[in-house]
């Protein structure tokens, strides 16, 4: 056996071992996880199987030929492994035993009725390529829809074209009988993408009987661009096809697509994934339940359909639904920290997030929010400076709250009735002086729009002169040019930054900004000894940059070569200083690139000029230093070249976020990073985490490997030079060593003299996370913040072995987000008394187990005791749970049906915690724990405890055994040996009946902690040992949870 170079996936023999050793080749292998094992097994004994079966020779019977007598040996030789097969299971299975002379069952139907069955089975997978050796796809996709009790379609779009030629079979098979049932069942999502949806079409589709479909009506948010059918039939034998046909004529027949057919019985991993992902999209409040017989159905695709083929800018304030507005999941995450801000007692926000996200919605479901709460309709007063935008608000909120005659308009052109509901202009509320026609705290909520205006004096009358109980600011740049501070109007939250944020990432995922191509380019420019973040940064980057005609040179090179013509550019250069800019919009027209300087300096009316030459393409750059205030809006913009190194996340942000506003024919932004050799201290891990949503981990593993979870449409490239230098940097940083993290908080004390360093202050000054101090894996002697704080000498440096054990498992409550249950944490940590008949006595157990991990401590006194004789031991608690509380974001409330336990809804919890509120585990118990289910017959309880990636193994991918469907939907796939006749299984299906509650516990993988996700009732189950069940939850799955958990993302 000759050993090539390359992709393998095969299991180690002693022979293939031999043939590695000899290659002289390194190579890469992993241990079979346990999860997969079973498969792999199997697919290299099907292949020795095979191999063994086609090679048998046997002699031959009278009146047999020798075909005959192998067909006959290769049955018995299978019958023998099936026996030995079932002594090796020691299971009662009966093991089939399999005709002589074989024969293969292809189709079962009634005597008057024959069938026209698919040319190509029900087991093996195909490639249709429009070739001479391929079916016709037209022909095999009717074969399959005649005989079939279910099937899922999904398209981009449908025509009439391609409706008419299946229309036929889809009648017959959906007719129904006196009871109106039908043969087959049909659910269709399809878009308005492009406009190429045909009205005429969906309206025959969705007259059918027991055919549904599902219509987005913005089709430029909408991520489907994907073809498929799913069949599904209850012989267990379903079927799927996948690729690039729409439903359309040409596509169907004889256009050049292909498409892949894969198989329940052969491919069940792919078929499940399929059924998964299309459930979970049918479940997508994104695609709406469309009627025919709906006028105002009709009227709203019709209009999507023309706004669509159109193409007009996006924005997320335009509705697009038939129904109620329900929050976007992006929209909910802002909403649910929004409460949570104010559950910590923050009411003035910040909402900060791009021009055309929809901040006004988000607005406006926070004010149906604060309504449904607190009854009625509140007074609310919302400012803006235009009238316009009035205008346009006061129809969003009308349309969120289905009120058409809420609020009224106050300007020079509008006078109301009634103030309780007003919308404004900031100008007129200020000339007619409404703030003094009433008390300060008449408004319940004050929103102001573009708030960074707000330090303008007619602002500054507003926001003295009133109190409301919610002030809301919305703005997409809370920098100002002039460089005042907009947050000493708001309640920042504890690290100093705004309420909330839509993350750049979110609005990527949704489309709602232009996606990037992302180019790191080496510059070969020596900035090892900046000093990052200080205040010489600008200086010395200055002094290094501003007369570099090597690096000038370096980074038009870069422009021309990563573009087909830079003067089909509409360019941005962002520079350190204005000396920079200076002299390298100078650079650019030398060599005859049509720049202009544009800095604050700039007059106003030059500035409108240049703005205009650079959309006219009249000129192909603007060079700039902070062009980040409002008034500055460039959404032409198609090209950015970010000549300033910077560690700073929010410069970095926006630089690249003044090239990513959505404009018409606009289909990315190409941005140029250019980068050199830095010391190991630099940090590209915050930066690339700002604009991906990446852990460090998956950054590295991102510039390893290949960027394969960015945004629709993101890519992001590292040329060689460019790519090896930000590895060693994010290697270094990964692995964060213990001495390095001394010195820095040696350097961090040098810099704070006079403060006391608190670990919130120190993490989030450095940039770093909790996880670095506290250190996992057996290797790690040294953790803690106690006992970094005794090797920088900032404390004495003696410790105790008994502080080191206890130090070194605060990192097992990092998870941590209860509030309630941090605060008991921080009480241990003050020394507060603690009884065991006191509430907060069982979580003070629960912390106590999981940070001494099993039985050498019993009780909680035993542990006060350790941290009374360790202060800064107790003091460290106290910081952590200080950390711990600064970093949540959501709010959590008891979980309903198991409220004594003290858990949280939605929280982070370990498994010993668990089951220490579940009173497993007790002062007198502790009894070890593996199963799946946990049950307490007494209380008739059962805990489902879900993991939903079992691998260890990236490649292995995620079985779809348990998934969330929608935020209300779970699919759980129930242990080996339980089936619908089984007491576990018919507990599962009658339980409800008899007084059981199933309270579901999801966590994504070993690591991660589980999430108590609330009691679950039955809807359905598939199948047997195991049983496939549906729960449906008693409370929605949170908009980040259910990303989390679902198959799509």
Same mark, same amino acid.
């Given at each position: 056996?000759?050993?090539?170079?390359?992709?393998?996936?095969? +299991?180690?023999?002693?022979?293939?071992?031999?043939?590695?050793?000899?290659?002289?080749?390194?190579?890469?292998?992993?241990?079979?996880?346990?999860?997969?094992?079973?498969?792999?097994?199997?697919?290299?004994?099907?292949?020795?199987?095979?191999?063994?079966?086609?090679?048998?020779?046997?002699?031959?019977?009278?009146?047999?030929?020798?075909?005959?007598?192998?067909?006959?040996?290769?049955?018995?030789?299978?019958?023998?492994?099936?026996?030995?097969?079932?002594?090796?299971?020691?299971?009662?299975?009966?093991?089939?035993?399999?005709?002589?002379?074989?024969?293969?069952?292809?189709?079962?139907?009634?005597?008057?009725?024959?069938?026209?069955?698919?040319?190509?089975?029900?087991?093996?997978?195909?490639?249709?390529?429009?070739?001479?050796?391929?079916?016709?796809?037209?022909?095999?996709?009717?074969?399959?829809?005649?005989?079939?009790?279910?099937?899922?379609?999904?398209?981009?779009?449908?025509?009439?074209?391609?409706?008419?030629?299946? $229309?036929?079979?889809?009648?017959?098979?959906?007719?129904?009988?006196?009871?109106?049932?039908?043969?087959?069942?049909?659910?269709?999502?399809?878009?308005?993408?492009?406009?190429?949806?045909?009205?005429?079409?969906?309206?025959?589709?969705?007259?059918?009987?027991?055919?549904?479909?599902?219509?987005?009506?913005?089709?430029? %948010?909408?991520?489907?661009?994907?073809?498929?059918?799913?069949?599904?039939?209850?012989?267990?034998?379903?079927?799927?096809?996948?690729?690039?046909?729409?439903?359309?004529?040409?596509?169907?027949?004889?256009?050049?697509?292909?498409?892949?057919? /894969?198989?329940?019985?052969?491919?069940?991993?792919?078929?499940?994934?399929?059924?998964?992902?299309?459930?979970?999209?049918?479940?997508?409040?994104?695609?709406?339940?469309?009627?025919?017989?709906?006028?105002?159905?009709?009227a709203e695709l019709k209009k999507a359909l023309t706004r669509e083929s159109g193409k007009p800018e996006y924005n997320a304030d335009i509705i697009t639904t038939f129904f109620d507005i329900r929050p976007k999941p992006f929209q909910q995450i802002i909403l649910d920290q929004l409460q949570n801000e104010r559950d910590h007692g923050r009411y003035k926000n910040l909402l900060?997030?791009?021009?055309?996200?929809?901040?006004?919605?988000?607005?406006?479901?926070?004010?149906?929010?604060?309504? @449904?709460?607190?009854?009625?309709?509140?007074?609310?007063?919302?400012?803006?400076?235009?009238?316009?935008?009035?205008?346009?608000?006061?129809?969003?909120?009308?349309?969120?709250?289905?009120?058409?005659?809420?609020?009224?308009?106050?300007?020079?052109? #509008?006078?109301?009735?009634?103030?309780?509901?007003?919308?404004?202009?900031?100008?007129?509320?200020?000339?007619?002086?409404?703030?003094?026609? #009433?008390?300060?705290?008449?408004?319940?909520?004050?929103?102001?729009?573009?708030?960074?205006?707000?330090?303008?004096?007619?602002?500054?009358?507003?926001?003295?002169?009133?109190?409301?109980?919610?002030?809301?600011?919305?703005?997409?740049?809370?920098?100002?040019?002039?460089?005042?501070?907009?947050?000493?109007?708001?309640?920042? %939250?504890?690290?100093?930054?705004?309420?909330?944020?839509?993350? +750049?990432?979110?609005?990527?995922?949704?489309?709602?900004?232009?996606?990037?191509?992302?180019?790191?380019?080496?510059?070969?420019?020596?900035?090892? =000894?900046?000093?990052?973040?200080?205040?010489?940064?600008?200086?010395?980057?200055?002094?290094?940059?501003?007369?570099?005609?090597?690096?000038?040179?370096?980074?038009?090179?870069?422009?021309?070569?990563?573009?087909?013509?830079?003067?089909?550019?509409?360019?941005?250069?962002?520079?350190?200083?204005?000396?920079?800019?200076?002299?390298?919009?100078?650079?650019?027209?030398?060599?005859?690139?049509?720049?202009?300087?544009?800095?604050?300096?700039?007059?106003?009316?030059?500035?409108?000029?240049?703005?205009?030459?650079?959309?006219?393409?009249?000129?192909?750059?603007?060079?700039?230093?902070?062009?980040?205030?409002?008034?500055?809006?460039?959404?032409?913009?198609?090209?950015?070249?970010?000549?300033?190194?910077?560690?700073?996340?929010?410069?970095?942000?926006?630089?690249?976020?003044?090239?990513?506003?959505?404009?018409?024919?606009?289909?990315?932004?190409?941005?140029?990073?250019?980068?050199?050799?830095?010391?190991?201290?630099?940090?590209?891990?915050?930066?690339?985490?700002?604009?991906?949503?990446?852990?460090?981990?998956?950054?590295?593993?991102?510039?390893?490997?290949?960027?394969?979870?960015?945004?629709?449409?993101?890519?992001?490239?590292?040329?060689?030079?460019?790519?090896?230098?930000?590895?060693?940097?994010?290697?270094?940083?990964?692995?964060?060593?213990?001495?390095?993290?001394?010195?820095?908080?040696?350097?961090?004390?040098?810099?704070?003299?006079?403060?006391?360093? *608190?670990?919130?202050?120190?993490?989030?000054?450095?940039?770093?996370?909790?996880?670095?101090?506290?250190?996992?894996?057996?290797?790690?002697?040294?953790?803690?913040?106690?006992?970094?704080?005794?090797?920088?000498?900032?404390?004495?440096?003696?410790?105790?072995?008994?502080?080191?054990?206890?130090?070194?498992?605060?990192?097992?409550?990092?998870?941590?987000?209860?509030?309630?249950?941090?605060?008991?944490?921080?009480?241990?940590?003050?020394?507060?008394? $603690?009884?065991?008949?006191?509430?907060?006595?069982?979580?003070?157990?629960? /912390?106590?187990?999981?940070?001494?991990?099993?039985?050498?401590?019993?009780?909680?006194?035993?542990?006060?005791?350790?941290?009374?004789?360790?202060?800064?031991?107790?003091?460290?608690?106290?910081?952590?749970?200080?950390?711990?509380?600064?970093?949540?974001?959501?709010?959590?409330?008891?979980?309903?049906? $198991?409220?004594?336990? =003290?858990?949280?809804?939605?929280?982070?919890?370990?498994?010993?915690?668990?089951?220490?509120?579940?009173?497993?585990?007790?002062?007198?118990?502790?009894?070890? /724990?593996?199963?799946?289910?946990?049950?307490? /017959?007494?209380?008739? $309880?059962?805990?489902?405890?879900?993991?939903?990636?079992?691998?260890?193994?990236?490649?292995?991918?995620?079985?779809?055994?348990?998934?969330?469907? @929608?935020?209300?939907?779970?699919?759980?796939?129930?242990?080996?040996?339980?089936?619908?006749?089984?007491?576990?299984?018919? %507990?599962?299906?009658?339980?409800?009946?008899?007084?059981?509650?199933?309270?579901?516990?999801?966590?994504?993988? *070993?690591?991660?902690?589980?999430?108590?996700?609330?009691?679950?009732?039955?809807?359905?189950?598939?199948?047997?040992?195991?049983?496939?069940?549906?729960?449906?939850?008693?409370?929605?799955?949170?908009?980040?949870?259910?990303?989390?958990?679902?198959?799509?993302?």
């Amino acid at each position: 056996m000759v050993m090539k170079k390359g992709f393998y996936e095969l +299991l180690k023999s002693e022979q293939l071992q031999e043939a590695i050793d000899q290659s002289g080749y390194t190579e890469v292998s992993e241990e079979l996880d346990l999860t997969t094992s079973s498969r792999h097994l199997a697919e290299v004994l099907t292949e020795q199987i095979a191999q063994a079966l086609s090679e048998l020779t046997t002699q031959t019977q009278e009146n047999e030929s020798a075909n005959d007598a192998r067909l006959r040996r290769q049955i018995e030789v299978l019958n023998e492994v099936l026996v030995t097969t079932r002594q090796l299971s020691q299971t009662e299975t009966n093991t089939p035993t399999y005709l002589n002379p074989p024969s293969v069952l292809r189709a079962l139907h009634s005597p008057d009725q024959p069938l026209s069955l698919p040319q190509i089975g029900m087991s093996q997978p195909w490639l249709f390529t429009s070739g001479k050796d391929s079916p016709g796809l037209l022909n095999e996709l009717q074969a399959e829809l005649s005989h079939c009790n279910h099937v899922d379609i999904l398209m981009s779009f449908i025509t009439m074209s391609g409706v008419r030629k299946i $229309i036929n079979i889809l009648k017959e098979i959906t007719a129904v009988d006196a009871e109106q049932r039908s043969q087959t069942s049909i659910r269709i999502i399809t878009t308005t993408y492009i406009g190429a949806t045909e009205q005429s079409a969906v309206d025959m589709l969705a007259q059918l009987p027991n055919c549904q479909v599902k219509v987005s009506l913005d089709g430029r %948010r909408t991520r489907l661009h994907a073809k498929a059918w799913i069949f599904e039939r209850d012989t267990g034998f379903g079927s799927a096809y996948v690729g690039s046909a729409n439903l359309s004529k040409a596509a169907l027949m004889g256009g050049l697509e292909w498409t892949v057919k /894969f198989t329940e019985q052969g491919q069940k991993q792919l078929y499940q994934r399929a059924r998964a992902h299309f459930e979970t999209l049918w479940q997508d409040e994104e695609f709406q339940l469309y009627d025919p017989n709906n006028e105002t159905h009709k009227a709203e695709l019709k209009k999507a359909l023309t706004r669509e083929s159109g193409k007009p800018e996006y924005n997320a304030d335009i509705i697009t639904t038939f129904f109620d507005i329900r929050p976007k999941p992006f929209q909910q995450i802002i909403l649910d920290q929004l409460q949570n801000e104010r559950d910590h007692g923050r009411y003035k926000n910040l909402l900060v997030s791009a021009t055309g996200t929809g901040k006004t919605v988000m607005a406006a479901l926070d004010y149906r929010r604060i309504c @449904s709460k607190e009854g009625g309709q509140p007074r609310l007063l919302f400012v803006a400076h235009r009238e316009q935008i009035l205008q346009q608000s006061l129809q969003v909120f009308r349309h969120v709250l289905r009120d058409s005659n809420f609020g009224e308009l106050l300007s020079g052109n #509008h006078k109301p009735d009634s103030d309780s509901h007003l919308f404004a202009t900031i100008q007129t509320l200020n000339s007619r002086d409404y703030t003094t026609r #009433h008390d300060e705290n008449y408004w319940n909520m004050v929103i102001i729009d573009e708030c960074h205006h707000i330090e303008a004096a007619s602002f500054q009358r507003i926001t003295e002169a009133l109190t409301p109980k919610y002030l809301l600011g919305l703005t997409a740049t809370p920098e100002r040019a002039d460089g005042l501070n907009i947050m000493r109007h708001f309640d920042p %939250r504890p690290d100093g930054s705004p309420a909330v944020q839509l993350r +750049l990432w979110h609005a990527l995922e949704q489309q709602l900004l232009a996606p990037f191509e992302y180019y790191a380019c080496d510059d070969g420019v020596n900035y090892r =000894g900046i000093n990052w973040r200080s205040a010489n940064e600008r200086s010395q980057l200055d002094n290094l940059l501003s007369e570099s005609d090597i690096r000038a040179l370096a980074v038009l090179r870069a422009w021309q070569e990563h573009v087909n013509n830079i003067t089909e550019c509409r360019a941005l250069a962002f520079c350190v200083s204005v000396q920079h800019a200076q002299f390298m919009t100078h650079y650019f027209c030398d060599k005859g690139v049509k720049a202009k300087l544009l800095t604050g300096e700039t007059p106003q009316n030059q500035r409108e000029q240049i703005k205009r030459e650079l959309e006219q393409r009249d000129i192909n750059i603007i060079v700039t230093v902070d062009l980040f205030n409002e008034g500055v809006d460039l959404p032409y913009v198609d090209t950015l070249l970010l000549l300033r190194p910077t560690q700073s996340v929010s410069l970095f942000q926006q630089q690249i976020g003044r090239g990513l506003r959505l404009f018409e024919g606009k289909e990315s932004c190409l941005i140029l990073d250019f980068v050199g050799q830095y010391d190991t201290h630099f940090r590209f891990d915050i930066l690339y985490s700002a604009i991906t949503g990446l852990s460090k981990k998956e950054v590295l593993d991102g510039v390893e490997n290949g960027f394969s979870r960015l945004p629709p449409g993101c890519y992001l490239q590292m040329n060689r030079q460019a790519r090896q230098q930000i590895l060693t940097n994010l290697r270094q940083t990964i692995n964060l060593n213990w001495n390095r993290l001394r010195q820095e908080l040696v350097q961090y004390q040098l810099r704070h003299p006079q403060d006391e360093i *608190k670990l919130t202050d120190f993490v989030n000054d450095q940039a770093i996370e909790l996880t670095d101090i506290y250190r996992k894996g057996s290797g790690q002697t040294a953790s803690g913040w106690t006992r970094l704080k005794r090797d920088a000498e900032i404390i004495s440096p003696t410790f105790t072995a008994q502080e080191t054990s206890i130090n070194r498992r605060f990192k097992d409550v990092l998870h941590l987000d209860d509030t309630d249950y941090i605060d008991v944490i921080r009480k241990l940590g003050q020394h507060a008394s $603690i009884l065991p008949t006191s509430p907060q006595y069982k979580r003070a157990l629960m /912390f106590t187990y999981q940070v001494k991990g099993g039985r050498s401590i019993q009780s909680v006194a035993e542990l006060q005791t350790e941290l009374n004789e360790c202060p800064e031991l107790a003091k460290e608690l106290t910081e952590l749970s200080d950390a711990l509380d600064a970093r949540t974001n959501q709010s959590f409330y008891e979980v309903p049906g $198991i409220k004594w336990t =003290g858990l949280k809804l939605h929280s982070s919890y370990k498994i010993r915690e668990i089951l220490t509120a579940f009173e497993y585990y007790t002062e007198a118990r502790y009894s070890p /724990f593996q199963a799946g289910v946990w049950r307490d /017959f007494e209380r008739k $309880i059962e805990a489902l405890f879900v993991t939903l990636d079992k691998s260890n193994a990236l490649h292995e991918g995620v079985e779809y055994n348990d998934y969330a469907i @929608s935020p209300e939907l779970f699919h759980w796939q129930s242990q080996n040996t339980t089936g619908p006749s089984t007491a576990a299984g018919l %507990r599962y299906i009658q339980g409800a009946e008899e007084g059981w509650q199933f309270q579901l516990f999801v966590r994504l993988n *070993k690591d991660s902690p589980y999430r108590p996700c609330g009691p679950v009732e039955f809807v359905k189950h598939e199948g047997a040992a195991p049983m496939s069940i549906t729960w449906r939850l008693a409370h929605p799955l949170p908009a980040h949870l259910f990303q989390e958990f679902s198959v799509v993302r």
